[in-house]
């Protein structure tokens, strides 16, 4: 009866349709691979054009090395998620990854190189032109891409238009969730609400009740719907969704209130087709944990070799300058609240242990005139080396506190354990941004942990080689550190 039903609405019906080309996100990927083909090849052209010229001996081994870095590049950018629509909207914030990107490409075309024996048929000039030029380009051409994109954003011709239907309790967070992150190419269309509901937000204008919406998605151009009803309603969906099937329309299940709370992920596909939304992942499971072991033990061993003859010298200086040992030895508390001992070259004056951490501070008197440069420069961290070889800690990751301070902040900041998901490390995303050296106040203490959270929940290589890298300017600048 309701198909007999649906076939007479829809023979007696007006479409109210208009020529429009709404943008999806998916096929961004496709376009911008090829367009960013297009760059690094121009790139690889030019370099070539003013460093070699015209040498038809050699050209052969320069196409092989542009496809190599072709291939490799858009590898990569693809692992680092530089094609998701965020990136391609918001370039200067994946500047960092585009730039890791083409440095780890390059250096695996020398490694190629070298190990081919092969090195010396190319230009270093050429490979050096060629990966400043192709880098900055591709960052010059998202940024231009992007403003392209803006623009197409704010014309209604390539805007996605979305039927929100539902209940006022899920229809409001939906709203408000909106208002505030202003997603690109997503226009509302209107609103079907339930019974007597009313939506807070009268912008968006309300078209009817929920059994409207049917009879609406079929007469006027809708991309998108989005059902907005508490999931325990679980049968009214169904019905929804059996009665949008003829349509040509995307159809989405909003989150319950809880999921403007917390945010939901697909499962592993290990899970199969289970119903089930990810809340919370291991940081580290996976591949990542193999490519984070990998990165400290290999970094750990190419760090500590050359580091040694340095770490010799130290040692050498503090056995000079004061009596005492010359690696200051410290339990410390550290992944998944295990307690480990730290190394670090003594930096004070050798004093009996307290059962009170006392932190270091700006003019200390206990600090050694040898220890003041090595805490100003971070090297007073070295000897954490061996702490990474051993596998307590981490080359980036939070840095672990006294036990006694683990106990009083714990007590006082929300979710301080949370950075105990991880390793600690030898430096880490709040000390790059500031949140380092003494933390005599709870506020500093929380900025610091609100750092290491972020860090520990959303970790990736990139990041961490960009933290390494702006570990390295910060030490020579000896900022907040005494």
Not at 185 to 192: D, L, R, Y
Not at 253 to 259: C, F, M, N, R, T
Not at 338 to 367: C, G, L, N, W
Request: a positive charge.
């Amino acid at each position: 009866m309701r198909q007999a039903e649906n076939w007479s609405a829809a023979a007696g019906a007006t479409p109210v349709r208009s020529k429009r080309f709404p943008i999806s996100s998916q096929v961004f990927p496709g376009v911008f691979a090829a367009l960013d083909t297009l760059v690094l090849l121009s790139s690889a052209y030019a370099s070539y054009a003013l460093i070699i010229g015209n040498q038809p001996s050699t050209v052969r081994y320069y196409v092989v090395a542009t496809i190599f870095v072709w291939l490799i590049a858009v590898t990569l950018m693809g692992m680092a998620q530089l094609y998701t629509f965020e990136a391609l909207l918001r370039p200067w914030a994946f500047a960092d990854k585009i730039i890791v990107t083409f440095g780890t490409t390059f250096l695996f075309l020398l490694a190629a190189a070298f190990s081919l024996k092969i090195s010396a048929t190319f230009s270093r000039r050429w490979m050096a032109l060629f990966a400043a030029t192709a880098c900055f380009s591709t960052i010059g051409f998202r940024v231009l891409a992007s403003l392209a994109l803006r623009q197409l954003a704010s014309l209604p011709l390539f805007s996605r238009l979305v039927a929100i239907a539902g209940v006022s309790p899920q229809i409001n967070n939906l709203l408000e969730f909106m208002e505030r992150t202003k997603p690109p190419f997503i226009s509302v269309c209107g609103v079907f609400l339930n019974g007597q509901d009313q939506i807070k937000n009268a912008k968006f204008p309300h078209l009817g009740q929920l059994d409207d919406l049917a009879s609406y998605v079929r007469t006027h151009s809708v991309d998108d719907v989005i059902i907005a009803l508490p999931w325990s309603e679980d049968k009214r969906f169904k019905d929804f969704a059996d009665r949008l099937r003829e349509f040509p329309v995307n159809v989405y299940l909003s989150a319950d209130l809880i999921g403007f709370r917390t945010r939901f992920r697909e499962p592993p596909s290990h899970f199969g087709s289970f119903p089930i939304f990810e809340v919370l992942d291991n940081p580290f499971s996976g591949w990542k944990g193999f490519v984070k072991h990998a990165e400290d033990y290999i970094l750990g061993v190419v760090a500590a070799v050359i580091f040694l003859p340095l770490m010799l010298i130290i040692a050498l200086a503090i056995k000079l300058e004061s009596k005492g040992p010359v690696i200051f030895r410290q339990d410390r508390i550290g992944h998944l609240n295990h307690v480990f001992r730290i190394y670090k070259f003594r930096t004070m004056q050798d004093e009996p242990v307290s059962d009170t951490t006392i932190q270091a501070t700006r003019d200390d008197p206990r600090v050694t005139k040898v220890g003041r440069l090595l805490r100003r420069t971070s090297l007073d961290e070295l000897p954490n080396l061996i702490n990474v070889l051993k596998g307590t800690m981490s080359l980036v990751g939070p840095r672990p506190h006294a036990i006694d301070h683990n106990v009083m902040f714990s007590e006082a900041v929300t979710n301080y354990f949370v950075r105990h998901r991880v390793k600690p490390g030898m430096t880490g995303w709040a000390q790059v941004n500031g949140s380092r050296g003494q933390t005599d106040t709870i506020e500093k203490m929380e900025k610091r942990v609100q750092y290491d959270i972020i860090y520990a929940e959303n970790w990736s290589l990139w990041w961490d080689l960009k933290i390494l890298l702006m570990t390295i300017v910060i030490c020579i600048t000896g900022r907040n550190a005494y």
